[in-house]
């Protein structure tokens, strides 16, 4: 099987067993889903979805956060992981995004990057969820999933994953992708113990027929 036959038969297999995906990240406007993503770097959606209500309350808006200290944020966000930097990061986005960008979240991913905290994930899922560009964030469930599928071969860090994938998921079904391949990996295609018994994907799998011949 080529390669592109593969993505078109696991795309195809994605398209029909989960139509609907999206992210797990509770947001009203796009201000909020880019503290959320900010926040979810090395940390569980859950654990953020849980930190978010208060945190939105006490910020509203990203000119109410910007005129607070990273002291006052910490207090909302101290359970998180990495509560002290991201509390920096939040605050100086909200500063940057008020005085730069005129309180307007940016859909370019360049622009987005230049915002403290905001990495080429976060503005890959920014770009995406709010903006539907074909823009594919890679984290760590992506990483991993697409590398045991076979969807990409010897890639060491997150941008090869991003290009090698992007090279053969059709534009218009990239912002969906990176939403299919991440529950896959959170619920199926776990790290530690994989649910190869749960997986409709196992016939294209190199990781299951890898472990079938070890067998």
């Known amino acids: 099987m080529s390669k592109k036959e593969k993505f078109e038969k696991i795309l195809a297999w994605f398209q029909k067993n989960q139509p609907v995906a999206q992210t797990e990240l509770h947001y009203n406007n796009p201000y909020e889903l880019l503290v959320s993503v900010i926040l979810s770097a090395q940390c569980t959606d859950k654990r953020v979805n849980m930190v978010t209500p208060a945190l939105f309350k006490a ?10 200290s990273p002291a006052e944020v910490f207090q909302y966000i101290k359970s998180i992981s990495y509560p002290n930097n991201k509390a920096s ?3 100086g986005m909200a500063q940057m995004l008020v005085h730069d960008f005129k309180g307007i979240v940016p859909s370019d991913i360049g622009e987005l990057q230049k915002m403290p905290g905001v990495g080429r994930k976060t503005a890959n899922v920014i770009a995406s969820v709010v903006y539907d560009k074909p823009a594919l964030a890679v984290d760590t469930h992506v990483f991993r999933v697409s590398a045991r ?5 010897n890639s060491t860090t997150p941008l090869e994953t991003e290009k090698q994938l992007v090279k053969y998921i059709p534009e218009k079904l990239i912002p969906i992708a990176h939403h299919w391949l991440i529950l896959h990996g959170r619920y199926v295609c776990l790290a530690r113990n994989p649910q190869c ?9 190199l990781y299951f027929n890898s472990r079938l011949k070890k067998d």
């Open 197 to 205: 018994h749960k997986c409709g994907l196992t016939e294209y799998c």
């Open 89 to 91: 990061h939040l605050v």
């Open 59 to 68: 910020f509203p808006e990203a000119e109410v956060m910007a005129a607070a």
């Open 149 to 153: 599928l076979g969807l990409t071969k």
